[in-house]
């Protein structure tokens, strides 16, 4: 993939468009087919080459405040930091997406941060928020799905829970190959129901500089 030239390049004018559309509408958003295929088959073999003994355990929280809760979360993951070209082609079209999203929607976002997801069976993260309102930079987050079959009977869903309303459901999203997702996060509370098969994805998220004269804004 070249330099960042022509936004166009990137995403097609309807995808955009719905996606816009959607976060100013409603908040969140779900597309199939937004990145192209070739990325997207790229990230996958990524994603299940990862060798276990380079993930690790996830856990809630940011720095001093991180913990591993496994009766809370169980997925193991790795940071994505552009060391292979699937995944600066990746970082590259996200920072596009960015350029695109601070033109239409005003939002402020300074960088985002990904990393690849494993779920092996059995794997969960239960209810709750990315950001809390007042306490946290991250203001969108996504998901893309990156497995190559996906059965309903597998589970593995990410519920999405209603802003106004944390107990009702909004959507029950299947992770399948090159869904996309994405939504504001410290307005939709939201869960990975326990998955029976391996389930991979890129979870990220958009950050507005939360640094001011006092505290520098905190990493992963």
């Given at each position: 993939?070249?330099?960042?030239?022509?936004?166009?390049?990137?995403?097609?004018?309807?995808?955009?468009?719905?996606?816009t559309?959607?976060?100013?509408?409603?908040?969140?958003?779900?597309?199939?087919?937004?990145?192209?295929?070739?990325?997207?088959?790229?990230?996958m073999?990524?994603?299940?080459?990862?060798?276990?003994?380079?993930?690790q355990q996830?856990?809630?929280?940011?720095?001093?405040?991180?913990?591993?809760?496994?009766?809370?979360?169980?997925?193991?993951?790795?940071?994505?930091?552009?060391?292979?070209?699937?995944?600066?082609?990746?970082?590259?079209?996200?920072?596009?997406?960015?350029?695109?999203?601070?033109?239409?929607?005003?939002?402020?976002?300074?960088?985002?941060?990904?990393?690849?997801?494993?779920?092996?069976?059995?794997?969960?993260?239960?209810?709750?928020?990315?950001?809390?309102?007042?306490?946290?930079?991250?203001?969108l987050?996504?998901?893309?799905?990156?497995?190559?079959?996906w059965?309903s009977?597998?589970?593995?869903?990410?519920?999405?829970?209603?802003?106004?309303?944390?107990?009702?459901?909004?959507?029950?999203?299947?992770?399948?190959?090159?869904?996309?997702?994405?939504?504001?996060?410290?307005?939709?509370?939201?869960?990975?129901?326990?998955?029976?098969?391996?389930?991979?994805?890129?979870?990220?998220?958009?950050?507005?500089?939360?640094?001011?004269?006092?505290?520098?804004?905190?990493d992963?």
């Open positions: 993939m070249n330099a960042l030239t022509d936004l166009d390049n990137f995403f097609t004018a309807s995808s955009l468009m719905i996606l559309n959607s976060l100013r509408d409603k908040g969140w958003c779900v597309l199939d087919d937004f990145f192209s295929i070739e990325l997207v088959n790229s990230l073999n990524e994603a299940n080459s990862l060798p276990d003994v380079v993930l996830a856990g809630v929280g940011r720095k001093l405040s991180h913990q591993v809760k496994l009766d809370t979360r169980r997925d193991c993951i790795f940071w994505i930091d552009g060391d292979t070209q699937a995944r600066r082609d990746f970082l590259i079209v996200m920072g596009a997406l960015k350029i695109i999203l601070n033109r239409s929607l005003l939002l402020g976002l300074f960088d985002f941060e990904a990393h690849f997801a494993r779920y092996y069976e059995n794997g969960f993260y239960d209810k709750h928020f990315d950001a809390f309102v007042g306490e946290s930079n991250r203001v987050s996504t998901v893309l799905y990156l497995n190559d079959t059965l009977s597998d589970g593995g869903e990410l519920v999405i829970f209603d802003e106004y309303d944390s107990e009702r459901e909004l959507i029950r999203v299947l992770p399948e190959k090159g869904r996309f997702v994405v939504f504001l996060s410290e307005s939709f509370a939201h869960q990975v129901n326990a998955s029976k098969a391996c389930r991979h994805s890129i979870a990220g998220w958009f950050r507005v500089n939360a640094t001011n004269g006092t505290v520098i804004d905190p992963r």
